[in-house]
């Protein structure tokens, strides 16, 4: 049910055609039936045993997602290596997927002691580079709710998501490669050409109303907030009001407008 408004915001971005942006009296129609038929052909195709796999693992990856968007959001690269930051999370969710696989298979043997000990010295490495060099974001407001204990409590978020993955059956996480692998092929072929962020600029496009052609333009007109209006409309049921500037409709049909 949630999926066509995911459709929606996606849509909303540029990441996905702007059909799945578009409404009919209010509803998704076009993003729920393609979400609804995927749905039932996934349900019938596949055993429910591998699709909870999926889907438990779909949940964790979003999670590992978003602690690394905390961290992305409050701190950043150092000047001198703008990537840095990006890197090291890249490395630092993959050292915890394998971490969880090496866990699970067992490290009752010297070669398995020896690369679970350099696994978590890797780790431990990578999370003091992130908060020693890795500078915190300018922010002039303070009054707003900060997540605590940034970086190191959305690392070892991570790290829990990523070792619970690695406890799933290998049906679960081969199909979890295999839907990562089919959104990643999807993001380059035509999300990384139409996002806005990507094109345009989130900067850039909170300055003007549209984005160029070519990145969803009409998507972008379709879900942006309209300004003030001087004319709005508020129905009732039971009583007549006027006021300047609004227009006032009851169950009859008699409605007035002053504007100034």
Known sequence: MA?????????ADGLLPPRFAHMDDGNLTY??????SLSVAIATCIPFTYLNDLISAGILVAFSMTDASVILLRQTSPANRPLLLEKLLVAFNVLSFTMGLLLEVGTET???????ALNILTLVAITFIIAKYCPRQPNGDDSFFET????????????LNWYLIGQLEAQGILMLLGYLGLA??????YGANHSFGNTVGWNELQEVVGAPTGVGTEVRSMVSTPERDDDISVETEDRYEEDDDISIGTPNGYSTTNNY
């Open 3 to 11: 999926q066509p408004r995911l459709q929606f915001a996606m849509a």
């Open 31 to 36: 993003g729920t039936l393609v979400a609804g």
């Open 110 to 116: 010297l070669m398995g002691k020896a690369m679970s």
């Open 148 to 159: 605590p204990l940034v970086p190191y409590l959305p690392l070892f978020a991570q790290f």
């Open 184 to 189: 990643i092929v999807f993001y380059f072929v």
